[in-house]
C-alpha cells in the first residue's frame, strides 16, 4: 500500500474523530455541565460557575480544532493543486477552515474574557449575543466536517 492510503485514512479519521467531538461536546457535555443540579445532591454550581467549567472545556477544545484546520488546510491544498479540484469539498473545507478559526481564536477568547470579568459581564447582552454566535459557528463546524468527511471518502472512492 502506498502512503497516500495512510494520508488519506488518517484525515477521514480526524474528520470524523472531530465531528463526534464536536457533537458530543455539544449535544452532551455541554447539557450534562448546565444542568448539573439535578445529577448532583449535595453540591450545586450555578449557571455562572457551570459556564466557567464549560469554557475551560471549549478553550481546551480550541487547541485541538487549530490542529484540524491546520490539516484541511494542508491537505485540501495539496488536493487542489494536484488538479484534484471538486466545489463541494472545497466549499466544506473553507468552512471547516473558517468556522474553526472563529470558535477558536474570537468566539472561546472572548467568551473567556467576559466571564473573568465577572458575572455581571456574563448577563450582558453582548455576551448572550457571543454565546448564540458561538452556538450557531459550531453547529455549523459539525454541518460541514460532516459534508467534507462524506464528500471526501466519495472522492477517495472513485479513485
Known amino acids: 500500500m502506498s502512503k497516500k492510503i495512510y494520508v488519506d485514512f488518517s484525515y477521514l479519521i480526524l474528520l470524523a474523530a472531530t465531528f463526534g467531538a464536536v457533537i458530543v461536546l455539544g449535544a452532551v457535555v455541554a447539557p450534562v455541565i448546565f444542568?448539573?443540579?439535578?445529577?448532583?445532591?449535595?453540591?450545586?454550581?450555578?449557571?455562572?460557575?457551570?459556564?466557567?467549567?464549560?469554557?475551560?472545556?471549549?478553550?481546551?477544545?480550541?487547541?485541538?480544532?487549530y490542529v484540524?484546520?491546520?490539516?484541511?488546510?494542508?491537505?485540501?491544498?495539496?488536493w487542489y493543486k494536484m488538479g484534484q479540484r471538486d466545489a463541494i469539498?472545497?466549499?466544506?473545507?473553507?468552512?471547516?477552515?473558517?468556522?474553526?478559526?472563529?470558535?477558536?481564536?474570537?468566539?472561546?477568547?472572548k467568551i473567556l474574557v467576559m466571564q473573568?470579568?465577572?458575572i455581571e459581564a456574563t448577563q450582558s447582552d453582548t455576551f448572550a449575543n457571543?454565546?448564540?454566535?458561538s452556538e450557531l459557528d459550531f453547529?455549523?463546524?459539525a454541518l460541514s466536517l460532516f459534508v467534507l468527511f462524506i464528500r471526501r471518502l466519495m472522492l477517495l472512492r472513485r479513485a
Open 139 to 141: 453547529k455549523i463546524l
Open 89 to 109: 469539498a472545497f466549499g466544506s473545507a473553507v468552512t471547516v477552515l473558517f468556522s474553526s478559526l472563529m470558535f477558536s481564536a474570537v468566539y472561546a477568547p
Open 130 to 133: 457571543i454565546h448564540i454566535a
Open 35 to 65: 444542568h448539573s443540579d439535578k445529577i448532583l445532591v449535595d453540591v450545586l454550581l450555578n449557571r455562572y460557575n457551570s459556564g466557567i467549567i464549560m469554557g475551560e472545556v471549549f478553550h481546551r477544545f480550541s487547541y485541538w480544532l
Open 68 to 78: 484540524v484546520a491546520a490539516a484541511v488546510a494542508i491537505y485540501e491544498a495539496i
Open 116 to 118: 473573568a470579568l465577572g
